[in-house]
């Protein structure tokens, strides 16, 4: 499985990581299909309480809340656009999941009532305050967590010239 993280989500994280300071910090993803496996970050909330220096506890109320006005914002296309799973911050630890972690996404996918396939956890912190430093873990139900690839794209430079421009299209 591979995700692509947008240079803006990237920004996003690394503004609110440096504002959260050693608070967890967390969230939702929501991602477009784009091709087998491979899923681009649409957009991803952003909860700011419910966390402590070692804890982060997800609010139902935001996500739902967030999730509707994105699957209103995309027109029910769930084809292409749908929930990919949650993201938090590690700030004084390894970006990679906890116990508790692993047990809250386990318990997302084997919830009939949440109805999905698979679930992606996104965890990040920061390194030197402003280098972005992550792992993404696929749970599915009945099946042992996938460690998911995680590109991120670069930055759009409009002020490259032309020919560059011209050679990145033939590529």
């Known amino acids: 499985m591979r995700m692509i993280l947008p240079h803006a989500a990237v920004k996003t994280l690394v503004a609110e990581l440096k504002r959260a300071g050693v608070r967890e910090i967390g969230g939702v993803l929501v991602g477009e299909h784009v091709g087998d496996e491979t899923f681009r970050i649409a957009d991803l909330s952003i909860q700011r309480s419910g966390g402590s220096a070692t804890h982060f506890v997800r609010d139902l109320d935001h996500n739902r809340a967030f999730l509707n006005e994105f699957f209103a914002r995309t027109g029910h296309n769930y084809q292409r656009f749908n929930y990919l799973g949650e993201w938090h911050s590690h700030p004084s630890f ?38 972005l430093h992550l792992s993404a873990t696929a749970f599915r139900a009945q099946a042992s967590p996938l460690v998911v690839e995680v590109e991120t794209e670069r930055e759009a430079n409009p002020k490259r010239g032309w020919f560059v421009r011209l050679i990145d299209l033939l590529r």
């Open 94 to 131: 390894e970006p990679l999941p906890s116990v508790q972690d692993q047990k809250a996404m386990r318990d997302i996918v084997e919830d009939p009532d949440v109805g999905v396939n698979f679930a992606v956890l996104l965890i990040v912190t920061l390194a030197r305050r402003s280098t």
